[in-house]
């Protein structure tokens, strides 16, 4: 019994380099939002703190402890805003999906152009088959701003505040 060969497709670098686009405005607006809210923490912590101390004149142990709480919630915001969009971007498929809910008129080309190219064609797939919903794809994608999708809303609130 001979095994069909599987051939694999080309990679569109169009289409890879637009999801890359998306990952990284995604990466830049997360970074400057955790940014901006440790700076807003900062302010904020320090200046409770000094109003606290001033209040009822802390001693030093009472001073190193609210700091070592400022250190806390500042780590915190750190790992949450800042560590984690870092360690945890999305793959080409996860965007192209994202893409693909805001922008219905792909209809599912975009996912499936990405799930098949630069890999091997499923057995039974007709080469001639993706090779054209590849083209097809690339050609809806030319006039399309990906980046798009991506909201600046919260990063705008933290850079504002």
């Not at 069909?4 to 990284?24: D, F, H, I, N």
């Not at 209040?55 to 001073?63: E, T, V």
């Not at 922008?103 to 007709?126: D, K, Y």
């Amino acid at each position: 019994m001979v095994l069909p060969e599987m051939s694999t497709t080309k990679s569109s670098t169009l289409l890879t380099a637009k999801l890359a686009g998306v990952r990284g405005k995604r990466l830049g607006l997360a970074l400057g939002t955790g940014v901006a809210w440790l700076a807003v923490a900062t302010v904020t912590l320090l200046g409770m703190g000094m109003m606290v101390d001033w209040k009822w004149d802390l001693p030093y142990g009472g001073r190193q402890a609210l700091l070592a709480m400022d250190a806390l919630v500042l780590l915190l915001i750190a790992a949450r805003h800042i560590a984690r969009p870092l360690i945890g971007q999305a793959d080409d498929e996860t965007v192209a999906l994202q893409v693909e809910q805001a922008r219905p008129e792909f209809r599912s080309r975009l996912i499936a152009s990405t799930q098949l190219s630069g890999r091997q064609i499923p057995a039974g797939t007709s080469r001639g088959f993706v090779a054209a919903l590849l083209n097809e794809t690339e050609k809806m994608a030319l006039s399309v701003n990906f980046k798009a999708i991506v909201p600046g809303d919260a990063c705008a609130v933290a850079t504002v505040l």
